[in-house]
């Protein structure tokens, strides 16, 4: 399949963006989607909130948000998958309080961003075992077992 992971950072951290390539490839390739595009975006604390607050309705810093669109590029035929939006020190905070990497961390958000781009949810115990199955499997394949939420089912 082919797809398209466009990366931006106002955080100015870019040297994640390989591990953000590597991690949305592998839920693209693990999960047999469609070819399509996804945007990625590390930023700050700040402008998370104010995302969150602006989009969910809620007024709290997040670790990541996830924008699925879903429409179809008629040029290329392309799925937008949607936008992940990564706050940097909120994952730099987890991934201490978790006792591993900052790369682990943002593997982890990166996945379970795209997970959510492509409809998994974790609302209820069956959808939360399901999404969190394709989660443990995907970090595991690609060396990020460290990052596994402590709370899986």
Same mark, same amino acid.
């Given at each position: 399949?082919?797809?398209?992971?466009? *990366?931006?950072?106002?955080?100015g951290d870019e040297s +994640?963006?390989?591990? *953000?390539?590597?991690? @949305? @490839? @592998?839920?693209l390739t693990h999960l047999q989607a469609d070819p399509g595009e996804v945007t990625i975006l590390l930023t700050s604390a700040e402008r998370i909130r104010d995302l969150?607050?602006?989009? %969910?309705?809620?007024?709290y810093t997040t670790d990541v948000l996830s924008f699925p669109d879903g429409s179809i590029d008629p040029?290329?035929?392309y799925v937008y998958?949607?936008?992940?939006?990564?706050?940097?020190?909120?994952?730099e905070q987890q991934a201490r309080a978790g006792g591993h990497s900052l790369e682990a961390e943002?593997? +982890?958000? @990166?996945?379970? !961003?795209?997970? $959510? +781009?492509? !409809?998994?949810?974790?609302?209820?115990?069956?959808? $939360?075992?399901?999404m969190w199955a394709h989660q443990r499997t995907i +970090?595991? %394949?690609l060396s990020y077992a460290s990052a596994i939420p402590q709370d899986e089912p």
């Open positions: 399949m082919s797809y398209q992971i466009h *990366l931006d950072s106002d955080s +994640l963006f390989p591990t *953000l390539q590597r991690c @949305a @490839a @592998a839920v969150n607050q602006r989009f %969910a309705g809620h007024d040029g290329t035929e998958f949607g936008d992940i939006i990564i706050a940097v020190p909120v994952a943002v593997a +982890l958000l @990166a996945v379970h !961003g795209m997970l $959510h +781009l492509l !409809g998994f949810d974790h609302e209820s115990p069956e959808t $939360h075992q399901t +970090l595991t %394949a």
